[in-house]
């Protein structure tokens, strides 16, 4: 099993859409958790971080966060054309590996207009 | 605020033949990770620093691979002899703290011929 696992995608969504991406764990320790935005050809962007069970709202953007069922999502509401990329899950594990990032394999989302 | 600076943004080389990249992170950041991103994956930590002491090198291939951050600022990764599996994109990160939230820098595209 990986350590962090995203849903495998491409996701497509018509523009002014909900998209909903999903992440899920395997460290039961794990402290914080991160969503990272990467257009083709560029360097990842952080977009949302969070640290405690419940959702944490910022813009257009909503973060999930569920440590019982070790699991993270993101919504993006109102889908743009811009938002039309590759969205990396990062967790930050606990114990022995407390600060080492680990990312998912992202997703890829396509907002078609 | 300046982000985190990469230099060479690309490199191309021939097998066999060294290469280094230079990191410089976000000033006060104390924390400076080097990553590896293969195509359609996540990137994957090689190595991170906790000012000039590297904590977490465990998946550094040694037998080639080198770091150094003499100064607690800048950092260089090196790669000799270089390998066609090297071949990859590069990136540094930066954090204030260890569990707090990492940026990247734009990244070093390596091709190994």
């Known amino acids: 099993q990986k350590e962090v696992e995203q849903n495998s995608g491409p996701l497509s969504v018509p523009e002014g859409a909900i998209a909903s991406l999903n992440c899920t764990y395997s460290d039961r320790g794990s402290q914080s958790f991160f969503w990272y935005r990467q257009y083709s050809g560029k360097s990842p962007e952080l977009i949302m971080s969070i640290y405690s069970n419940g959702d944490k709202e910022d813009g257009r953007f909503t973060a999930q966060l569920n440590k019982a069922s070790q699991y993270v999502s993101l919504l993006i509401r109102d889908s743009q054309p811009s938002d039309s990329a590759t969205y990396l899950c990062a967790v930050n594990a606990g114990g022995t590996s407390y600060g080492k990032l680990t990312f998912g394999q992202g997703t890829i989302l396509t907002v078609h207009p | 605020e300046a982000g985190v600076v990469q230099s060479p943004r690309y490199k191309i080389i021939e097998k066999k033949q060294p290469v280094a990249f230079w990191c410089n992170p976000i000033s006060g950041h104390n924390t400076l990770y080097w990553y590896l991103q293969n195509l359609g994956q996540g990137p994957e930590l090689l190595i991170r620093y906790e000012n000039e002491e590297a904590v977490d090198d465990s998946q550094l291939p040694k037998d080639r691979f080198s770091a150094e951050r003499l100064k607690g600022v800048d950092s260089t990764l090196k790669i000799q002899p270089a390998e066609l599996g090297d071949s990859a994109v590069y990136l540094c990160?930066?954090?204030?703290?260890?569990?707090?939230?990492?940026?990247f820098g734009p990244g070093t595209r390596l091709t190994v011929l």
């Open positions: 990160a930066s954090s204030l703290g260890v569990a707090n939230e990492q940026f």
